[in-house]
């Protein structure tokens, strides 16, 4: 650390290679291992946030999550190897076991952001040719499907529940 500022680094290697990032927290050995000028961010478990060098006000909890992360930021990664591939790409939220595992930018085509993967696995296959924008609701109870799709619904327009017997997305 040459001259960032507010940081809190607790294991091994944590925030090794900060130079000037500030208002990081990084617990556990190897989180936010890359870090450099990247600040805001909170990686809690091993290798979490990994190989950030730039991204700001990412918020990693997992073993491994959001562990490509280079330069993306406004990323949420809940759950072991949450958002595991994402290096470039910004808001998106990822909680469950491998959610959005393969998640990334896609040069010359379209920055896969803004999406919302929530269960074990949702998502998990997400790649470059999709665009973002786009919500899984992973292994969950119907009813809080439902809840979770009118929620969505509510929020960004999208179709309601299947129960409503309008929604193809469940």
Do not use: M
Request: glycine share 12%; aromatic share 10%; proline share 2%.
């Amino acid at each position: 650390n040459t001259s960032g500022g507010n940081n809190t680094a607790t294991g091994n290697y944590a925030l090794l290679s900060n130079t000037t990032g500030g208002f990081n927290t990084a617990t556990g050995n190897y989180a936010l291992l890359s870090n450099t000028t990247g600040y805001s961010n909170t990686a809690t478990g091993y290798r979490a946030l990994n190989s950030n060098t730039t991204g700001n006000y990412n918020t990693a909890t997992g073993l491994h999550s959001l562990y490509s992360n280079t330069t993306g930021s406004h990323n949420t990664a809940t759950g072991d190897s949450a958002l595991y591939s994402n290096t470039t790409a910004s808001q998106n939220i990822a909680i469950g076991t491998q959610a959005l595992y393969t998640q990334s930018y896609n040069p010359g085509s379209a920055w896969n952001s803004n999406n919302v993967a929530i269960g074990y696995q949702a998502f998990e296959e997400f790649g470059s040719r999709e665009r973002g924008e786009l919500v899984e609701v992973g292994v969950i109870k119907t009813d809080l499907q439902c809840e979770i799709q009118r929620f969505l619904e509510a929020l960004h327009g999208l179709p309601r529940c299947p129960h409503d017997k309008i929604s193809p997305y469940f």
